[in-house]
């Protein structure tokens, strides 16, 4: 049976369609964290992979809706994008992955203390 390469991996017949995928967008979004000087993220062997892509997504998303679609200037994404650099729990990432691209500014200011280290070496 042929698997279609349209659509979500969860969608697809076969279980294994994913891998190769998910293995492409662990390494985009690592090349993307370094290239932006994201920290690495705090979670588990699965969470911080997964963390990564979802900040990895976020981001590029409130770009898009925030700078380019919308009225926020480079100089303002900037101070958005230093905030999201603080936000090192990979939890917290994954836990944002559905909301919407224009609302991460406000997602980041009510992030806990939990959700930013007090020591940070990337600073």
């Given at each position: 049976m042929q698997?279609?390469?349209?659509?979500?991996c969860h969608k697809r017949r076969d279980p294994t369609a994913c891998?190769?995928?998910r293995a492409e967008e662990r390494v985009e979004s690592e090349a993307w964290?370094?290239?932006?000087r994201m920290p690495p993220l705090e979670g588990t062997e699965r969470a911080a992979p997964w963390g990564a892509r979802c900040r990895h997504q976020i981001l590029a998303a409130a770009y898009t809706a925030l700078v380019?679609?919308?009225d926020t200037s480079e100089t303002e994404w900037e101070e958005i994008e230093e905030s999201a650099r603080t936000s090192t729990r990979a939890g917290w990432w994954i836990d944002?992955?559905?909301?919407?691209p224009?609302?991460?500014p406000e997602l980041l200011q009510a992030a806990?203390?939990?959700d930013r280290p007090n020591e940070n070496?990337?600073?």
């Open positions: 698997v279609s390469q349209h659509g979500p891998v190769g995928s964290s370094q290239q932006w380019v679609e919308g944002q992955r559905s909301s919407e224009d609302d991460l806990t203390d939990a070496p990337y600073f």
